[in-house]
């Protein structure tokens, strides 16, 4: 070889290498980056995690998953152990709780742990864990019927809100498609919204739900600007039946409601799936992959 060539092979492998760089570099500018830190609710596991709390997590991190959102807390724990236990179990695997759903109360008043018994002492365990957010994550059919219903929830998230803010923890709702269908003409979710203090209650969007109702949840964003720290990213099935699916395999443009975050005020973004056609874990290994390719 000769050392032209050598020289013309050196230089082709430094331009080339420049060209690559300046190709990632155009397009980090272009399609920004994708998201540090993807959650999950752990509601789409909760037959694995009724099996082996441990091992599932454990699973929830191998996957690349950094933060959750628990449910079911009652008598004082999370899947069976104390918030003491439950907290070193996460920090083992380093996943950290920073969103936690609860429950009104008002169709089970026998139930612990809800925002009517035992808030307080929900909002104690809630803290020690390291949750954020504390919210509200449905209504039962019977604590809905009326107008007046969703009035009291107005004054019991507000109530609830001031009880978290004094620990450091923000309130929130979580929806589904109910409270966007019309009562008398008004639309409960509206009535929310406006009747709650924005500084005591947040919004967690629920983006499948808001799409199935035939809302636009950026919209809902530029309506309410700050209002919607969390979302549940949640895919819909392109078919008749509109069931849940892998997040980036359905009908949703989760782009457009990424490029809307900073309006929305999204702080937290957790994957959900309800219900799974395949096992559990291998669909929040599909949505996670999915979710890392969007850009923010």
């Known amino acids: 070889m000769s050392l032209t060539h050598r020289i013309s092979r050196k230089e082709f492998l430094r331009t080339s290498a420049l ?57 004082g724990k999370f899947f069976g152990k104390t918030p003491k ?9 380093g996943l950290s709780a920073v969103s936690g759903h609860y429950l009104a109360g008002i169709a089970m008043p026998n139930a612990t742990g809800t925002l009517t018994n035992g808030w307080e002492q929900a909002i104690d365990d809630a803290k020690e864990v390291g949750l954020k957010y504390m919210n509200c994550a449905f ?23 001031e009880a978290t803010k004094k620990k450091g923890i923000q309130f929130g709702y979580h929806n589904h498609d109910f409270e966007f269908q019309p009562i008398d003409g008004q639309v409960p979710y509206d009535l929310l919204l406006k009747g709650t203090d924005p500084k005591l209650v947040k919004m967690e969007l629920d983006l499948y739900w808001v799409v199935f109702a035939g809302k636009d949840p950026v919209d809902l964003f530029k309506q309410n600007p700050g209002r919607f720290p969390l979302v549940h990213l949640k895919d819909m099935e392109k078919s008749s039946e509109r069931a849940f699916a892998e997040v980036g395999t359905g009908s949703i443009d989760f782009q457009r409601i990424m490029d809307a975050r900073k309006t929305a005020g999204i702080e937290h973004f957790f994957v959900e799936q309800d219900v799974c056609k395949r096992p559990p874990l291998d669909c929040i290994a599909t949505s996670f992959a999915n979710v890392k390719k969007l850009s923010v």
């Open 19 to 75: 060209a690559v760089s300046a190709t990632v570099l155009a397009n980090r500018v272009a399609f920004g980056k994708s998201l540090d830190k993807v959650g999950l609710q752990l509601y789409t596991l909760r037959n694995e995690l009724g099996k082996d709390v441990e091992g599932t997590l454990k699973k929830v991190a191998e996957i690349g998953y950094k933060e959750v959102e628990t449910f079911g807390y009652a008598d």
């Open 85 to 93: 236990e439950f907290k070193q179990l996460l920090n083992s695997l």
């Open 139 to 161: 209504l039962f059919p019977d604590e809905r019927k009326t107008l007046d219903d969703y009035k009291r929830y107005v004054d019991l998230f507000n109530k609830s809100g």
